[in-house]
């Protein structure tokens, strides 16, 4: 969940705003600066049996995509107008561990999904600066692909979703007519380079560190 910390006025006690700010991007459709209207906020708050715990729920959802997000407000302190809003699900950001070049680009695919030229162009440029970051510099897209293969990178099968990413923002370079991207073209190239992305760069950052020539 995503934080966010608001102060409400004393003649207006509740929580939710109208209109959620300070989102850079929906966490449903990834639009930046998204409009994220409130939909539904009950009277007063759910208790939990038990501890007797409240929660105040509330709905909202996104002009752009009319997906629905929740938010959690949790009152800092009693009778305090300080709120901490939380954010479910929480917006997307590109793992850490991406180089900073296909970061960029991570990012711009995800943004545009509702653009799907721009968004195609974006996965494939993710791609691409990724294995250029392996150290595969030399000649086209596709010969860096398949070096990455012979290089036991990825495998034959992961060769064919990096192609794919690559036919597909080919075909918006080049005009091709007869077929207009979609925004599932747009969302299945985008998942494919965030899962290169992640056997690539985050997977492997998450073991430990090797030490003294290597792990037991
Ligand atoms: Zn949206």
């Given at each position: 969940m995503t934080r966010i910390q608001i102060r409400t006025s004393d003649n207006n006690p509740?929580?939710?705003?109208?209109q959620l700010v300070d989102i850079e991007c929906c966490p449903r459709c990834g639009i930046n600066n998204p409009h994220i209207s409130l939909r539904y906020s009950p009277s007063k708050p759910a208790t939990a049996h038990g501890t007797g715990e409240q929660s105040w729920w509330a709905f909202y959802s996104c002009e752009s995509c009319a997906k629905p997000i929740n938010v959690k407000a949790v009152q800092l302190q009693k009778g305090s107008p300080i709120w901490d809003l939380f954010v479910d699900p929480k917006p997307w950001t590109p793992f850490a561990s991406l180089p900073c070049e296909a970061k960029r680009y991570m990012k711009q695919a995800r943004n545009t999904l509702s653009s799907p030229d721009a968004s195609l162009l974006m996965s494939a440029s993710c791609v691409d600066a990724m294995l250029k970051h392996l150290g595969l510099e030399k000649g086209s897209l596709y010969k860096r692909i398949e070096e990455a293969v012979q290089e036991g990178l990825i495998t034959n099968e992961m060769s064919r979703w990096g192609h794919l990413v690559r036919l597909e923002a080919n075909s918006v370079r080049h005009a091709d007519k007869g077929k207009e991207p979609t925004i599932e073209d747009a969302e299945q190239s985008f998942l494919f380079s965030e899962k290169l992305a992640e056997i690539l760069f985050h997977i492997p950052s998450l073991l430990p560190e090797e030490k003294n020539g290597g792990t037991k």
């Amino acid at each position: 969940m995503t934080r966010i910390q608001i102060r409400t006025s004393d003649n207006n006690p509740s929580p939710f705003i109208k209109q959620l700010v300070d989102i850079e991007c929906c966490p449903r459709c990834g639009i930046n600066n998204p409009h994220i209207s409130l939909r539904y906020s009950p009277s007063k708050p759910a208790t939990a049996h038990g501890t007797g715990e409240q929660s105040w729920w509330a709905f909202y959802s996104c002009e752009s995509c009319a997906k629905p997000i929740n938010v959690k407000a949790v009152q800092l302190q009693k009778g305090s107008p300080i709120w901490d809003l939380f954010v479910d699900p929480k917006p997307w950001t590109p793992f850490a561990s991406l180089p900073c070049e296909a970061k960029r680009y991570m990012k711009q695919a995800r943004n545009t999904l509702s653009s799907p030229d721009a968004s195609l162009l974006m996965s494939a440029s993710c791609v691409d600066a990724m294995l250029k970051h392996l150290g595969l510099e030399k000649g086209s897209l596709y010969k860096r692909i398949e070096e990455a293969v012979q290089e036991g990178l990825i495998t034959n099968e992961m060769s064919r979703w990096g192609h794919l990413v690559r036919l597909e923002a080919n075909s918006v370079r080049h005009a091709d007519k007869g077929k207009e991207p979609t925004i599932e073209d747009a969302e299945q190239s985008f998942l494919f380079s965030e899962k290169l992305a992640e056997i690539l760069f985050h997977i492997p950052s998450l073991l430990p560190e090797e030490k003294n020539g290597g792990t037991k």
